[in-house]
């Protein structure tokens, strides 16, 4: 079988821990039985840099799920072709995570639903935003319970809209981002990231651009992480241009998003140039919403 995971950028400005959005890049599986002698073999993004034994993330989640479920799975080949650049913002390890437990499910004739998938990947991904976005696809708004339960809707967004995704040549830690965030906040900042949040969702579907520029600012976890990025603070200053809607972080960090309409290779180009000032070389993504999610492929 074949199994296709997209990336997904996160937070869109204001929505920390809550938006996540499905983009047309993606990690693909291919999963054969290989009695034996199973392995990974693992190509594309970041190649030298991956562990192709048991400690890889997808592994990991496989055995995660039969450990749960009491099954022994057959000895597998798992040919991995990755697109999504690694510790960027992108989601590179919730679509590992979604990879795992979908295969997990398949190979071990579970017969579990989405949702109760989507609670086993939170237990080794604990953010809900990537792992939703890359599980169903499309634009979600996302919680877990005190019961530890996952909540999730989708959201309308405009299909004008394309995400251009801007990459450094250098990765950042999920950890070491949330690392340098406040333990408290006040509630001036949490009332002006509540109405944005509430205000983005409202108007992605009809792409308003003044609406969508403000209802990208974020006081929650951007400015915080403008040290460990040099050229945020100016990009998420970029007003003015045709076709922009508005710019954040992607996810963590340290990749730029931006959503636009149209002059998608001029903005990307912006971006670029702020990076560049501080010395650092990037890579302009433009890419489509993928509204599907994680999906068996025909191998």
Known sequence: MK????????????????????????????VKESPGAPQLIYRGRDATSVPTDETNLLCRAI???AERHRVRLPDLTLDVHNEIPIGRGLGSSGAAVVAGVLIANTVGQLALSRHQLLDYALQIE?????????MFGGLVACCVT?????????IPISPRIKAVIVVPDFALATTQARSVLPPQYSRADAVFNLQRVALLAATLGTAEPTLIAEAMQDRLHQPYRQALIPGLEESLQLRGVPGLLGVSLSGAGPSLLALAEQNFGAIGELLQSNFRRHGIESEVLILDIEERGACFIEP
């Not at 204001?14 to 291919?30: H, M, N, S």
């Not at 604990?126 to 890359?134: L, R, S, V």
């Open 63 to 65: 055995q995660h799920v």
């Open 3 to 30: 199994l296709s995971v997209p990336a997904t950028t996160a937070n869109l400005g204001p929505g920390f821990d809550v938006f996540g959005l499905a983009l047309k890049l993606y990690l693909t599986v291919v």
């Open 126 to 134: 604990p953010h809900p935003d990537n792992i939703t976005a890359a």
């Open 146 to 154: 005190e019961q530890g339960e996952s909540l999730h809707t989708k």
